[in-house]
């Protein structure tokens, strides 16, 4: 296809399908529960990040679902985050979100039929249940996205070998910050607005 070809009836070129948009991407939060995060590495950081992704998906219809490992021992989501999902979060053993078939089972049925493709992920942590929830979603078929500022570990050492993995693997790694505007699309809408709001937040 030539330049030409590619231009729209608007007289613009096609959105790259290398982007995020609202409609096609589901937000995934792994495993932030109360036990686990006060231990990881700039945990305030990722939590605020975290909560600005669920205000950002509210805003703009990005739907959202949460996994819990073993919230029995584990404990709940953490707040600000538990009290923003509009869904209870799915309890697991398997260290990866992806057993939770009740979770995924609409948005395979979606990936079948041209849905929802894309899973932007954030959570904990990030060399174990992170990972391997990545990498059983790039097998089923999904595009795989991972918030890097919203996602950490005990160990620097894990964080960074998880990051060395995912990129070989092909999970796209970015940043909040580029997925509220991915998802955003374009500016001047009060959508737009809240989310230069979110944006300019002070971080912790």
């Not at 995020?20 to 589901?26: F, P, Q, R, V, Y």
């Not at 509210?58 to 584990?74: F, H, R, S, W």
């Not at 707040?79 to 398997?94: I, N, V, W």
């Not at 990030?126 to 089923?140: E, K, P, R, S």
Request: charged share 20%; hydrophobic share 40%.
């Amino acid at each position: 296809m030539t330049p030409n070809e590619a231009i729209n009836s608007e007289g613009a070129l096609p959105r790259s399908p290398e982007l995020m948009n609202a409609s096609d991407t589901l937000l995934c939060l792994v495993d932030l529960q109360e036990r686990l995060v006060p231990v990881i590495q700039h945990h305030e950081r990722i939590v605020w990040n975290t909560r600005r992704l669920l205000d950002g998906a509210k805003l703009l219809g990005v739907e959202v679902v949460a996994t819990e490992q073993y919230p029995e021992k584990l404990g709940p989501t953490v707040e600000p985050l538990a009290s923003r999902l509009t869904s209870p979060a799915a309890s697991k053993l398997t260290f990866s979100s992806a057993g939770c078939t009740d979770v995924f089972a609409r948005q395979i049925e979606q990936l079948d039929s041209g849905g929802r493709h894309r899973v932007l992920l954030a959570g904990i942590e990030t060399h174990v249940c992170v990972l391997q929830t990545a990498y059983d979603l790039l097998a089923a078929g999904f595009q795989v996205l991972l918030a890097v500022d919203a996602t950490g570990t005990r160990f620097s050492l894990d964080y960074d070998m998880a990051l060395r993995r995912l990129d070989s693997a092909g999970v796209v790694l970015t940043t909040t910050e580029a997925a509220l505007f991915e998802w955003c699309e374009v500016s001047g809408t009060p959508e737009f607005k809240q989310i230069s709001q979110l944006v300019r937040e002070s971080a912790p």
